[in-house]
């Protein structure tokens, strides 16, 4: 058996073991020995390596966008991730304007963020009971601001159709008909349920981020109704999850490491910090995909043209080549060097890279620091109800609960 074979299989293991599986481990050794594999399962070139992966989120001439297959994010219909050149350029500035507008940032979106968290964070039970921190905490605070901030309120069923959506997305990854018809359905029922909203924004624009989708032109017409429930359903998934999943991972190790934890209670100027190091170190999105638009020649393997490329930005994050002791998780880290890491300039690539890179970075940096401090402010430590929870996902990585005793300061 060669040295390949054994890694693909290992590399097979670990995708349908997934139920707790450690994945940094064949990562290290994929960028090692065969940075750029062929997987048999996912039917996809798999990339490890930092600066491959890099140069393929950078390399919009030689990789693009995968539509119209499960497990892609094409579930959405045809959102920004679908476009490319400039008229990506150009409706991307249309969020960005709202959401990385340091004016939004710093009044509306940051009362609307530290809103939540304190609302959220008040109701908390503390020890001897037990808090689910994801339901109580880490998902209601992105949901909320990303429902307020659209001037949607959350319908009833948002929860479920949200979660039927996401899970026919990127996440799907053995493109399962089954959920992927779920999803649809899901999608279905939202895309309805944001209509009525698009009309009446259409005639009455307001100051929020579905009027700006509704009012912009692109080549001197709007959105599309249908682009622009796309463009809704993509924001709703894309901000949601990702940060919820990010700050369950980031309890969970400052759980696992009270001297992290305690670094951070002798000295708050650490959170900023501390927040980058988890999205490097357990970042909640591991994979981004693409397509090779022709042949392409990476880590010394000939990718086809038409063949899906898969990036664990995850592997890239533990990229010695790139970072010192990549498996150590030290808050203090990036203390100073934060900010490039939300944008395409930093080595974080918890966010993407290249022109796609995440839109909504500041959004969820805001919403992870104004958590962690809430935490720090108000408990002393905190402990796992029963058993460590074990991470879960291929896609999206982070324990699936978080059931936690939190002891109040005294
Ligand atoms: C910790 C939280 C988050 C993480 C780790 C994350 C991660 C990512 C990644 C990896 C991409 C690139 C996907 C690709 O290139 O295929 C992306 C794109 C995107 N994200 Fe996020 N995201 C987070 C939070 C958010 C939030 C809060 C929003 C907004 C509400 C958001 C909106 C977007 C948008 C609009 C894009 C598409 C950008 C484009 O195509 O130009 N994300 N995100």
Redesign the pocket.
Known sequence: MTGTNSISESFTAYLTANEGADPFPIFDRMREEAPALWSEPLQAWVLTRWDDITAM?EGGDRFG?LMNQPGT?SIFGR???Q?SGDE?RRK?AI?AKR?RSPRHLGSTIEEIVSGLVHEYGDRLPVAPETADLRRGLTEPV?LG??AE?MDMGEAGNFRSWYNDIVAAG?SNVTRDPVVHARGEAARDELFAFVTPGIEQRRTCPGDELLSDLCSMEYEGERLSDDEVRSFTA???S???E??D??LANLVKHLILEPEQWQRLKDDPNLVSSAVTEI?RYR???HV???MAKHDNEVAGVTIPGGSKVVAF?SSANHDPSRFDNPEVFDVGRFVGEERPNYTPIGPV?????????????L???L??ERTLEYLLDRFDHFEFAGDVPPDTGIVLRSPTSLHVMLHANN
């Open positions: 989120l966008p994010s959102a920004i991730l476009m990506h991307d969020i959401l992105p601001a990303i901030l990127t993509f924001l709703l894309a901000g949601i990702t940060t999943r990010a999205l970042p909640p999105v981004t995909i693409r930005v690539r918890a966010f993407g890279g290249g022109p796609h890179t995440c839109t909504g970075s959004l969820a940096k919403e992870m």
